[in-house]
T-cell receptor
Framework: DVKVTQSSRYLVKRTGEKVFLECVQDMDHENMFWYRQDPGLGLRLIYFSYDVKMKEKGDIPEGYSVSREKKERFSLILESASTNQTSMYLC??????????FGSGTQLSVL | KQEVTQIPAALSVPEGENLVLNCSFTDSAIYNLQWFRQDPGKGLTSLLLIQSSQREQTSGRLNASLDKSSGRSTLYIAASQPGDSATYLCAVKLPSGTYKYIFGTGTRLKVLA
């Protein structure tokens, strides 16, 4: 079975901190995604990567950056955390026929 | 612009009932449609994926159908159990060549013992 692992289930950070969220997949998938999920708003795409060092902005990239130095690892970076970035963050990966596999999520609270 | 809607937002049923969850989308030009289950505070677990050329997929007590012309998919759960309680989300993938998946906001299902 495909495994997508997110390094933290819960994180509490202070406003202005730099935050790193890590995601690793074990099935050699080309595509990896970062979403955030908020009540009433559903899942919104932050960034997408289709290959090592390749990335594209999603619908809400402001305040975030990403890094993909190795195929299996996709990191989401909050450059300067703000309270409106408190959310559930979900990493996913996919390959043909483009079925999405999700990690267990990271609930981030920014105080 | 593709929009995905799931109605109702919440549903309670007694154990043992067969039930249908609905997913509607506005543009029939989709690559595939996927159904997920999400338990509180957890990630999404893939249940079924239907390619645009398919009409239905089955896995155990679950059956998903797809009618592109009417912009609808249904997830049928047979003989529901309390362990089926969760939020069920559908997502459509836009046509090949894009990476976009559009998600519904889900139906929160509670199966009462």
């Amino acid at each position: 079975d495909v495994k997508v692992t997110q390094s933290s289930r819960y994180l509490v950070k202070r406003t202005g901190e730099k935050v790193f969220l890590e995601c690793v997949q074990d099935m050699d998938h080309e595509n990896m995604f970062w979403y955030r999920q908020d009540p009433g708003l559903g899942l919104r795409l932050i960034y997408f990567s289709y290959d090592v060092k390749m990335k594209e902005k999603g619908d809400i990239p402001e305040g975030y950056s990403v890094s993909r130095e190795k195929k299996e690892r996709f990191s989401l970076i909050l450059e300067s955390a703000s309270t409106n970035q408190t959310s559930m963050y979900l990493c996913a990966s996919s390959t043909s026929p483009e079925k999405l596999f999700f990690g267990s999520g990271t609930q981030l609270s920014v105080l | 612009k593709q929009e995905v809607t799931q109605i109702p937002a919440a549903l309670s049923v007694p154990e043992g009932e067969n039930l249908v969850l609905n997913c509607s989308f506005t543009d029939s030009a989709i690559y595939n449609l996927q159904w997920f289950r999400q338990d509180p505070g957890k990630g999404l677990t893939s249940l079924l994926l239907i390619q645009s050329s398919q009409r239905e997929q089955t896995s155990g007590r679950l059956n998903a159908s797809l009618d592109k012309s009417s912009g609808r998919s249904t997830l049928y759960i047979a003989a529901s159990q309390p362990g089926d309680s969760a939020t069920y989300l559908c997502a459509v993938k836009l046509p090949s060549g894009t990476y976009k998946y559009i998600f519904g906001t889900g139906t929160r299902l509670k199966v009462l013992a």
